[in-house]
Nanobody, 119 residues
Framework: QVQLVESGGGLVQVGGSLRLSCAAS????????MGWYRQAPGKPRELVAD???????NYRDSVKGRFTISRDNAKNTVLLQMNSLKPEDTAVYYC?????????????WGQGIQVTVSS
């Protein structure tokens, strides 16, 4: 059973930075898509950014130019560098490892980590 463990969240002032990290235990297929989602109180969970096995990235419009996602396949880790944070970035952030194919298929979630941006 693979587990995802997030770290790096916390409280930061507007304009500050945080770096989230998510590490997977166990063996992970290198082609997995790694992503970060977030959920604010009373709102649905939304995709923040993801990075495919080949390295292509995808960001929601509101974080473009401020957030950067990266991955280290050797360490089964995905990072999210968050700069110029805004109060609307406040949420619980979840990492996700997903792959769906004929030979391998899984969808793993981390437990979530709180990010709070104070004004």
């Amino acid at each position: 059973q693979v587990q995802l463990v997030e770290s790096g969240g916390g409280l930061v002032q507007v304009g500050g930075s945080l770096r989230l990290s998510c590490a997977a235990s166990g063996s992970i297929f290198s082609g997995v898509t790694m992503g970060w989602y977030r959920q604010a109180p009373g709102k649905p969970r939304e995709l923040v950014a993801d990075i495919a096995g080949g390295g292509s990235t995808n960001y929601r419009d509101s974080v473009k130019g401020r957030f950067t996602i990266s991955r280290d396949n050797a360490k089964n880790t995905v990072l999210l560098q968050m700069n110029s944070l805004k109060p609307e970035d406040t949420a619980v952030y979840y990492c996700n490892f997903f792959i769906s194919g004929p030979d391998v298929s899984y969808n793993y979630w981390g437990q979530g980590i709180q990010v709070t941006v104070s004004s």
